[in-house]
T-cell receptor
Framework: DSGVTQTPKHLITATGQRVTLRCSPRSGDLSVYWYQQSLDQGLQFLIQYYNGEERAKGNILERFSAQQFPDLHSELNLSSLELGDSALYFC???????????FGPGTRLTVL | AQSVTQLDSQVPVFEEAPVELRCNYSSSVSVYLFWYVQYPNQGLQLLLKYLSGSTLVKGINGFEAEFNKSQTSFHLRKPSVHISDTAEYFCAVTTDSGYALNFGKGTSLLVTP
């Protein structure tokens, strides 16, 4: 158990819909990273937040957005969903200037 | 930008045999290198990391990796694998602490009796 929690574990929805994925980092971790794992693209970095502020952006679509709240949990919002958004979404957390990221168990999103 | 290439998508091996999973990286600056393991239906777990210092890095579950700057490689090895090592293995690179990881495509290790 990494100490990072993600909810829900599974999510099935239809094209065009909007969903929210939630992540709670390890106690004391200020950084939250979101990654997408799909069969064709592999593991890709989406976005990073540090202590409530956006720190870095990766291959995140404009239809996707995220935020980190004062209690440090983070949410990833996916809208206008397409079939190709079906993937495993991981959240990871880490301390300031630390090299190690701890990954949550992931949320499997299926878009039908 | 830095990138990682995992040269083998699948590696089948017999139980108790040695294994090497290959990883090459590309970067114009100094890098930090990682190996993560993903067991079926689970998240990623850190196996080992290279930040600086000794080029031979030992990790959990008997795995080790060697950083080779001249060959830009960071291959993962285990002298004797177990059935329980069957999993997906990812090599990752970053250029500084606190930065996002760039992952390779992964290598599926299948250990059979």
């Amino acid at each position: 158990d990494s100490g990072v929690t993600q909810t829900p574990k599974h999510l099935i929805t239809a094209t065009g819909q909007r969903v929210t994925l939630r992540c709670s980092p390890r106690s004391g971790d200020l950084s939250v990273y979101w990654y997408q794992q799909s069969l064709d693209q592999g593991l890709q970095f989406l976005i990073q937040y540090y202590n409530g502020e956006e720190r870095a952006k990766g291959n995140i679509l404009e239809r996707f957005s995220a935020q980190q709240f004062p209690d440090l949990h983070s949410e990833l919002n996916l809208s206008s969903l397409e079939l190709g958004d079906s993937a495993l979404y991981f959240c990871a957390s880490g301390r300031e200037n630390t090299d190690t990221q701890y990954f949550g168990p992931g949320t499997r999103l299926t878009v039908l | 930008a830095q990138s990682v290439t995992q040269l083998d998508s699948q590696v089948p091996v017999f139980e108790e045999a040695p294994v090497e999973l290959r990883c090459n990286y590309s970067s114009s600056v100094s890098v930090y290198l990682f190996w993560y393991v993903q067991y079926p239906n689970q998240g990623l777990q850190l196996l080992l990391k290279y930040l600086s210092g000794s080029t031979l890095v030992k990790g959990i579950n008997g795995f080790e990796a060697e950083f080779n700057k001249s060959q830009t490689s960071f291959h993962l090895r285990k002298p004797s694998v177990h059935i329980s090592d069957t999993a997906e293995y990812f090599c990752a690179v970053t250029t500084d602490s606190g930065y996002a990881l760039n992952f390779g495509k992964g290598t599926s290790l299948l250990v059979t009796p």
